[in-house]
């Protein structure tokens, strides 16, 4: 199992720029996890065949967009330090090989306020993204988590989101609650392959010297009693593990990511099972302004 680290967070900033819950969610957790908050903005250029000749419009709307960029990064005093990322295209894949170049650990994102559908963008970047995704609501102000949901069900690969876990619960001093779902059909066999699975992830935590709790729940969607349990147990964050998917199979089957966006009380932490399957996309780079600072 490896070892989990923040060093490198990155959180897209849209224009108009305003420091709102997913700018001040990254600026705090930079200083928790003493790590680089990368600000990343994309903006749409003129697709006018002339402007794209002559550049000065593009370019002065480009240096526009920079120094609101800097104005929002200084206004972050709590960050451990940032960086600015400004590109044009305004493609989600252009994020996920931004993230990838960049080698980020976590990316912060926003949720759909709740019980709206969760729009495009953020479902994508949740199946896409190389890193863990915190999903943040705008009426949810930064806090420190003392409890985190650990939803488990029979799964291949369950096991990969605890060193992330146990990062996020020794940086906030957190417990965290090991919530087994059974379904209400569930057999002898299957429930007993889970109770096995909880105590393997319930010792490695331990062995982590992370507070465990331990509970099963029953019912007869996944998504519902998890939602549920977050209401009732009074946890601050709930982990879920993601297995990326493509879109054809998005097609045929709703996915459980997008019903904890749009109902989860509390934000969400999204962690990929496996690395999503972007290997292939051949979008080239298109920064075109890059800036550090202390």
């Not at 305003?18 to 957790?29: G, I």
Request: one cysteine or more.
């Amino acid at each position: 199992m490896k070892n989990y680290t923040i060093r490198k967070i990155i959180t897209p900033a849209t224009f108009p720029l305003k420091n709102d819950a997913v700018t001040a969610w990254s600026e705090q957790l930079s200083g928790i996890f003493k790590a680089q908050l990368v600000l990343y903005s994309a903006v749409g250029t003129d697709p006018n065949p002339y402007m794209a000749l002559y550049g000065k419009e593009n370019n002065d709307l480009l240096k526009a967009a920079m120094a609101k960029l800097l104005n929002l990064g200084n206004s972050l005093h709590q960050a451990h330090s940032v960086k600015y990322l400004l590109e044009s295209g305004t493609h989600w894949r252009n994020l996920v090989k931004q993230m990838r170049d960049e080698h980020t650990d976590l990316l912060v994102a926003g949720m759909p306020p709740a019980g709206k559908a969760t729009s495009g963008k953020p479902s994508v970047l949740m199946y896409n993204s190389p890193c863990p995704v915190l999903f943040v609501r705008e009426d949810m102000p930064p806090a420190v988590f003392k409890k985190i949901l650990v939803p488990v069900r029979l799964k291949d690969g369950l096991e990969q989101k605890l060193p992330v876990v146990i990062t996020w619960a020794k940086a906030c001093g957190a417990r965290v609650c090991l919530s087994a779902f059974a379904a209400d059909d569930a057999g002898s066999g299957e429930k007993t392959r889970l109770y096995h699975l909880v105590e393997k992830m319930a010792n490695t935590l331990k062995a982590a010297g992370i507070i465990v709790e331990i509970e099963t729940t029953h019912g007869f969607h996944f998504g519902t009693t998890m939602v549920q349990r977050a209401k009732q147990t009074g946890v601050d964050l709930i982990a879920i593990a993601i297995e990326p998917a493509n879109l054809v199979s998005r097609l045929f089957a709703k996915m459980v990511g997008p019903y904890f966006l749009e109902n989860s009380p509390v934000p969400v932490l999204a962690v990929p099972l496996m690395k999503p399957p972007i290997s292939s996309i051949k979008t080239p780079s298109t920064r075109i302004a890059e800036k550090s600072a202390s």
